[in-house]
């Protein structure tokens, strides 16, 4: 069964959930009762996102240190 990272935007807690695919999202913190959470796309979705811009830069400082 997959996990689904959940962020509540009332009070900024991680809430990692595991439950089926088809199941409803769950939108109450266990936290703080609020209907605040918002899942979190897998794992990358806001990894990639600010990583990427960390990425070009240092691709471009060193263009063919690969070899
Ligand atoms: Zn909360």
Redesign the pocket.
């Known amino acids: 069964m997959p996990t689904y990272s959940y962020l509540?935007?009332?009070?900024?807690?991680e809430?990692e959930i595991f439950h089926s695919i088809i199941a409803e999202p769950v939108k109450v913190?266990?936290?703080?009762?609020?209907e605040?959470?918002i899942k979190q796309i897998g794992n990358g979705a806001l990894v990639s996102f600010k990583g990427s811009g960390f990425y070009e830069t240092d691709y471009k400082r060193q263009p063919s240190k690969e070899k």
Do not use: E, Y
């Open positions: 509540c935007q009332h009070c900024a807690k809430i913190c266990p936290n703080c009762n609020q605040s959470l």
